[in-house]
């Protein structure tokens, strides 16, 4: 028997997703239960009702009143059976007894459920009891190692190369890092560490993060105020080429690889808008957007940089949500399904990743634009609030440190499906893991299973996915290249 080289979790077959069924079975095992009480009560009420009986005396005066005795025995016969027919129909043996089993069944079905929650919910508490001390020693290391990493020169040295493979051999050091922050920003907190939380307020008017979402949200308040990590406010400079016609994606894999064609070096700062034409008039829209292309600090002319993995982290909008939104409009437009309610997936490796979500799961954004599918590629989103509606398609190498950063594994539900994929043998260094051609591989495996059926929940993701993924009849690609038009950033 062959080992499957991903692992899937949640999605339409996912634990959470039965969980949920079951609930929901449990639910209606009750009001069913409480319908046949309620009609078995009708029933009983009938075998006694004054119309009944009084039947029954009319059709004895009759009787005498003729002679026709035998009648009358005949009469008061079938009077008693369908009287003892309704009792035992609704009664103590019938309709009353199977509602009682209907609701102990309710409440065994949803005390089980809850018995499940309840113990995960207990052994997770458990784990983060004991993990919280492990947490707090790797963060206090994190500054430290951080510093390392980022300073070496060209970002490497002996003691990053460490750290990069220490990461490789054990992912979970990630987890803990973020974990570790959280717990140092409390500890200060609770601690009372009054000139640390004085200082916040007097330099950057902020108090002091209660975790490292904050913590992040704190630091870019702070670097702007040296021109970094902040952007001007003016709306980006949005290009669109010409659309051209290509082949319509056939599955996952292709979506990844038209990621890899957007991370070329020789010319960034392009995302791509695909429609897919079908047969029957009717289109659909793919969004892909990239990963970060440049680490400088301050936002320059390229916007998929390290501003906007802050911005979007922070889940902010900045140039490249505004670009993805103007260039998607003008696409539609172009084709002349300006207004139309195409269905739209999303699509990105790394930032990409997270400005997809990020999208799909703003209001305004999905007000004016039906976002119906989302795919993310070595991004760290569980912590998106997406809508339950949107259908979630999540790539993650076991030891990219990337998809890591937010400190949570994606939630498990009938509308997020989950892939991970053990690369540890297949790579040198955790960063490795991030990349987007590995993603594709991984991606290929994706679609094998989907297509031969292999693992429900990709099957049915695949299927949902059907209007961008092979069923068009034909589509078009329109290269949109976006740039900042101003680069200083203004005081936060």
Not at 123 to 134: E, M
Not at 302 to 325: E, Q, S, Y
Not at 393 to 416: I, K, M, Q, Y
């Amino acid at each position: 028997m062959t080992t499957s080289p991903i692992i899937v979790t949640g999605g339409r077959f996912g634990l959470g997703a039965r969980l949920d069924e079951l609930d929901a079975a449990a639910a209606l095992l009750a009001r069913e239960a409480a319908a046949l009480a309620e009609e078995s009560a009708r029933l009983l009420a009938l075998a006694v009702h004054p119309a009944l009986l009084g039947a029954e005396a009319a059709a004895t005066v009759a009787a005498v009143e003729h002679g026709a005795l035998g009648d009358l025995a005949r009469i008061v016969g079938l009077v008693a059976d369908v009287e003892q027919g309704l009792v035992r129909v609704a009664g103590p043996g019938g309709g009353i007894a199977e509602s009682g089993s209907l609701l102990a069944l309710a409440g065994a079905v949803g005390g089980a459920v809850a018995a499940y929650r309840a113990a995960e919910a207990g052994a997770s508490a458990a784990v983060r009891t004991g993990q919280a001390q492990v947490d707090l020693a790797v963060g206090a290391a994190l500054p430290v190692l951080t510093a390392v990493a980022l300073l070496a020169p060209d970002g490497r040295s002996g003691a990053s190369d460490w750290l990069d493979e220490a990461v490789r051999e054990q992912p979970w050091l990630v987890d803990a890092a973020v974990g570790g922050a959280d717990e140092l920003l409390r500890s200060v907190t609770t601690g009372g560490a009054g000139l640390a939380l004085a200082t916040t307020w007097v330099v950057a008017g902020r108090p002091w993060p209660a975790d490292a979402e904050g913590a992040l949200a704190l630091a870019r308040a702070l670097a702007a105020r040296g021109g970094y990590l902040g952007e001007s406010g003016r709306p980006p400079d949005v290009a669109l080429e010409p659309a051209r016609t290509v082949t319509a994606p056939r599955g996952v894999a292709d979506l990844a690889r038209d990621e890899v064609d957007l991370g070329r070096d020789d010319d960034p700062g392009r995302l791509a808008v695909v429609h897919v034409r079908h047969a029957d008039g009717s289109s659909a829209w793919v969004v892909e957007l990239p990963g970060t292309q440049t680490w400088a600090p301050m936002a320059g002319d390229n916007p998929f940089d390290a501003t906007t993995d802050v911005l979007a982290m922070l889940r902010l909008h900045g140039d490249v949500t505004a670009a993805a939104g103007t260039a998607l409009d003008e696409a539609m437009r172009r084709a002349g399904r300006q207004g139309a309610d195409d269905p739209v997936l999303l699509v990105g490796h790394s930032q990409g990743g997270i400005i997809a979500a990020q999208l799909a799961a703003d209001p305004e954004f999905t007000r004016t634009h039906n976002v119906t599918h989302v795919v993310t590629m070595g991004s760290p989103v569980a912590r998106m609030p997406l809508p339950s509606g949107i259908r979630v398609l999540s790539l993650e190498h076991d030891v990219d440190p990337v998809p890591r950063l937010d400190g949570r594994p994606n939630p498990d539900t009938a509308s997020w499906t989950t892939v991970t994929r053990d690369v540890a043998d297949l790579v040198p260094a955790a960063t490795a893991a991030h990349d987007c051609r590995l993603y594709t591989a991984t991606a290929e495996l994706v679609d094998r299973s989907a297509a031969a059926g292999t693992d429900p929940s990709l099957a049915d993701w695949a299927a949902s996915a059907a209007p961008f993924l092979g069923a068009g009849a034909g589509a078009e690609v329109t290269a949109v290249h976006v740039r900042r038009s101003g680069k200083q950033a203004p005081a936060y």
